[in-house]
């Protein structure tokens, strides 16, 4: 069985690779980089799931397999669940991980800590040539920091506490890689979609 991930991250191609191999799924996975004629999907979705469909279905449509895509960020509590599906462009380039950070705690700068509450989410979609589609959820709640911490990770990472385990007080970016996706928002979206491929391709 072969899949595509639709993404040219090829840690996120190792990651799934290593989930869906733990789920009992036998698969060759291949990222992006095996198909470099096919264009890059603008997200214009307003929802994590949104965006993760558009991505699947045209890497689906365009490599004639199975597709698997994501889209996940940043949701905060005190503002109604922004950053979301712009946390990779909150300050206004894309990617730019250390403006997204500033800008954000700056906008909390005066927000009391047990009022920090914000969460990852994720959305993993799968995608069939014959249009078929079905999408998965994880979420990673913790609380958020007033300065960045540890060097794991990327993107928000070093600013949120995650609740999990009980009393934890590391960043998700002060804790190895294989804790991170135990617990992660990514890990949990995507050992769903592992748990239940065996529905949609064989």
Same mark, same amino acid.
Request: aromatic share 6%; with cysteine.
């Given at each position: 069985m072969k899949l595509?991930?639709?993404?040219?991250?090829?840690?996120?191609?190792? @990651?799934? =690779? #290593?989930?869906?191999?733990?789920?009992?799924v036998e698969a060759e996975l291949l990222g992006m980089d095996a198909f470099p004629d096919v264009a890059d999907v603008v997200e214009t979705?307003?929802?994590?799931?949104?965006?993760?469909?558009?991505?699947a279905h045209a890497v689906a449509q365009a490599t004639q397999l199975p597709a698997i895509a994501d889209d996940s960020g940043l949701a905060v509590d005190v503002l109604g669940g922004s950053p979301g599906v712009f946390s990779a462009r909150w300050a206004?380039?894309?990617?730019?991980?250390?403006?997204?950070?500033?800008?954000l705690l700056a906008q909390l700068g005066d927000?009391?800590? @047990?009022? =920090? #509450?914000?969460?990852?989410?994720?959305?993993?979609a799968l995608a069939l040539p014959d249009g078929t589609e079905k999408v998965w959820f994880g979420s990673m709640p913790g609380r958020l920091l007033r300065e960045p911490r540890g060097s794991n990770?990327?993107?928000?990472d070093p600013i949120l506490v995650p609740d999990e385990p009980a009393g934890n007080t590391r960043s998700s970016a002060e804790i190895s890689p294989?804790?991170?996706?135990?617990?992660?928002?990514?890990?949990?979206a995507f050992r769903l979609l592992a748990a239940d491929?065996?529905?949609?391709?064989?």
């Open positions: 595509v991930l639709a993404t040219h991250n090829a840690g996120k191609v190792v @990651e799934l =690779r #290593q989930i869906l191999a733990d789920a009992g979705g307003v929802t994590f799931a949104e965006n993760a469909l558009l991505k206004g380039r894309h990617g730019d991980d250390e403006a997204n950070l500033r800008l927000v009391p800590d @047990e009022h =920090r #509450q914000a969460h990852f989410a994720c959305a993993a990770g990327f993107g928000y294989a804790e991170k996706n135990a617990i992660s928002h990514r890990g949990q491929l065996s529905q949609f391709v064989s």
